[in-house]
């Protein structure tokens, strides 16, 4: 049976290297290397990352059925200054998980669960110091409950079960940050 076929494939490895230790197949290599597109990593193309969000944002949108959102410059600032170790997957899960959270017409620093540059390095000065102490601990609190949320699909019980607290207490702080559940229950009206 005929077949007309194109095959597209991805590495981060070289497989030139590989083949020359014979770790990978040089007929196959040979079949797969017909034209070779070399694409840096996100982070060496930062001019890119606010150019993928917002289409992102616009698929994810469409895809959940809500109105697009837009990124405010906080939230773009904070995109800028992220490594993007996992590339344009991990630009555009995050994205797709900050729209489920986030409040608003816009996204929000606050909304957007990535630790800054200095964080992933294990260091302590990545604690957005622009901050008070108190509105780091706000801005903190209010992430973690969306992220919460989020997870237990709005069901305060195992939200607040998740996050080792009486369902009370749960509740409390939702009502002091101001975060609706009913946002982030399945069937709900778009977030």
Known sequence: MPVD?????????????????GRFRQDLYYRLNVFCVALPPLRERKEDVPILATRFLEDA??????PP???????????????????VRELKNLIDSTLLVARGDAIEADDLALETPSASRGD???IEATKTWNEAKESFA?????????RA?????????????LRQA??????????????????????
Do not use: C
């Not at 076929?5 to 230790?21: D, F, G, M, Y």
């Not at 949108?61 to 809500?66: C, K, Q, S």
């Not at 959102?69 to 590339?87: I, V």
């Open 5 to 21: 076929v194109r095959v597209i494939s991805a590495t981060h490895r070289n497989l030139k290297e590989l083949v020359q230790a």
């Open 61 to 66: 949108a469409r895809a959940a059925g809500t």
């Open 69 to 87: 959102k837009r990124l405010d410059t906080g939230a773009l600032r904070k995109l800028l200054a992220h490594d993007w170790p996992g590339n």
């Open 124 to 126: 302590d000065a990545s």
């Open 142 to 150: 209010r992430r973690y409950l969306k992220q919460v949320l989020a």
């Open 153 to 165: 699909e709005g069901n305060i019980s195992l939200a607040a079960r998740e996050s080792g607290m």
């Open 170 to 191: 749960f509740q409390r702080l939702l009502k002091r940050h101001g975060v609706d559940p009913e946002r982030y229950r399945s069937g709900s009206e778009p977030r």
